[in-house]
């Protein structure tokens, strides 16, 4: 004979109190580690849920080690930080839902450093008194784009709402149709003017704007004409656009400035690193224009800000400009600008120091090689129902670089049994590892493009780390 099964007040009566828990030795290391808070709350949760099962009639955990190990694993959750590290194996190297560039080891040591101590933020040690934060990294700026002045605010959207604000706000700016951009999302260009307060005056149409268009648009209303970057776009065809030059000239025989947003903008030659011709802020500055904007986190591989380069005088009358204060950077971001912008002195080197470039520069027989490497090792851990072979592939720079022009690469091309469904589980178990795995659908294939990957060991170590006892497999 078998004793009757305790009923369920029984064993809900069975169950520890929270007291009893937070006593027991298994609780000692999680209030070492999580404080008496958390681990009060992750107790309750996890006696609250076994309570549930119990009256589901499930087996639920009951003793305290049991109800330990259920709040930690709850506690290990939630002190997971939301903003994780990500392998980016999408294929797109400056990915904005991923950050954007990773920045420079000598960015990243300037920006601990300022993260610890006081810094001559806006402090001139030599003369005892205030200073100014752009002060930092103005010299560098003009160096690097033969501008007169320059200033750099949160990101290239407020450099450019900063522009429209202090220089066209209750005037008309003058822009081609063909150029009036979106840019991910919120950043629209008529909003921006809108926001900016100035009179959006389009000219032209989408693929043809003249000289003509623009001409018949300047009159005494005019504060700015502006030009910008088609950064995630081409109109191909019949079209016509006039030069940055020409535009200028037409601008400043009417006494109006141009200003260009460049968007992306960099501030080396990309074809000495074997890729496409983008225009460089010096080219621009050197058109004529009397300002232009663009993004420190796009092909400058630096972290978000945006500059303003250009004349003294309205570079000056910006920073008068009470939304500039509104718009600041911190020192965090201008030390690692700094140190960023210091590497462009040595463009030898830079393909090696800055991971933008490094990244866009790798070649497809390194990508591939990295491949053939690769393909075994994740074979094994993804086990028998998930075919992994390497093929050819295109990756794109991303953030409106070079928008039509793509790059050879190579990846894993990752197919299992069962096609869609399972093509869709497999991708989201290698999202769900403890340092997720990004790559994209492509023909039926989840695909790892190696691009963005330099630490094959961690990827791999990642991989191993799915939950045991099935691991990936
Ligand atoms: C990317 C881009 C912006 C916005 O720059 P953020 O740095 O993302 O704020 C504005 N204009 C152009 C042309 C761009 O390409």
Redesign the pocket.
């Known amino acids: 004979m078998t004793a009757p099964a305790p009923s369920f007040t029984e064993r809900l009566r069975a169950l520890p109190a929270v007291d009893a828990v937070l006593t027991s030795p298994a609780a000692t290391p999680l209030l070492e580690r999580h404080g008496r808070a958390a681990t009060t709350a992750a107790m309750r949760a996890a006696l609250e849920t076994a309570r549930a099962a119990i009256r589901a009639g499930a087996d639920a955990p009951a003793t305290p080690a049991d109800l330990a190990a259920a709040a930690a694993k709850l506690l290990e959750t939630q002190a997971r930080p939301s903003l994780q590290p990500v392998f980016n194996l999408t294929g797109t190297v400056l990915h904005?839902n991923l950050g954007r560039a990773i920045l420079a080891e000598e960015a990243i040591e300037a920006a601990v450093a300022a993260m610890r101590q006081a810094v001559t933020l806006e402090y001139d040690p030599a003369a005892g008194r205030r200073g100014e934060r752009d002060d930092h990294v103005r010299a560098l700026l003009c160096d690097l784009t033969g501008a007169e002045d320059a200033t750099v605010v949160?990101?290239?959207?407020?450099?450019?709402l900063l522009v429209l604000n202090t220089l066209a706000a209750g005037r008309e700016s003058i822009v081609s149709r063909g150029e009036l951009?979106e840019?991910?999302g919120a950043?629209r260009?008529p909003d921006i003017m809108a926001r900016a307060g100035t009179l959006l005056v389009e000219v032209g149409t989408t693929n043809r704007t003249h000289p003509k268009d623009y001409a018949g648009a300047i009159g005494p209303q005019t504060g700015l004409v502006v030009k910008?970057?088609?950064?995630?776009y081409r109109i191909e065809g019949f079209t016509k656009e006039v030069p940055a030059r020409e535009l200028a000239d037409l601008a400043h025989a009417q006494g109006v400035p141009l200003f260009h947003?460049?968007?992306?903008g960099t501030l080396c030659d990309l074809a000495r690193y074997g890729l496409g011709h983008e225009p460089t802020v010096r080219e621009c500055v050197a058109d004529g224009a009397d300002l232009v904007?663009f993004?420190?986190?796009?092909l400058l591989g630096g972290p978000?800000?945006?500059f303003i380069v250009g004349r003294k005088d309205l570079i000056a009358a910006i920073n008068k400009n009470p939304m500039k204060r509104a718009l600041r950077v911190d020192k965090i971001r201008l030390a690692a600008l700094e140190a960023t912008l210091k590497l462009y002195a040595d463009p030898d080197r830079l393909a090696q120091r800055l991971p933008t470039l490094r990244l866009l520069a790798r070649t497809a027989p390194d990508l591939e090689a990295a491949a053939l490497r690769l393909a075994p090792v994740v074979a094994a851990l993804l086990g028998p129902h998930v075919t992994v072979s390497t093929c050819a592939c295109r990756s794109q720079i991303g953030?409106?670089?070079l928008p039509t022009e793509t790059l050879d690469s190579h990846a894993l091309s990752l197919r299992p049994e069962g096609g869609g469904g399972a093509l869709d589980a497999l991708a989201a178990r290698l999202r769900a590892l403890p340092v997720p795995v990004i790559g994209r659908m492509e023909d039926g294939a989840l695909l790892l493009d190696l691009r963005c990957l330099e630490d094959e060991a961690a990827f791999l170590a990642a991989l191993r780390a799915a939950e045991p006892p099935h691991g990936l497999a």
């Open positions: 904005t949160n990101n290239n959207a407020a450099a450019v951009i840019i991910g950043f260009m910008v970057h088609t950064s995630n947003d460049l968007g992306s904007t993004s420190g986190d796009k978000q800000t945006g953030s409106g670089a």
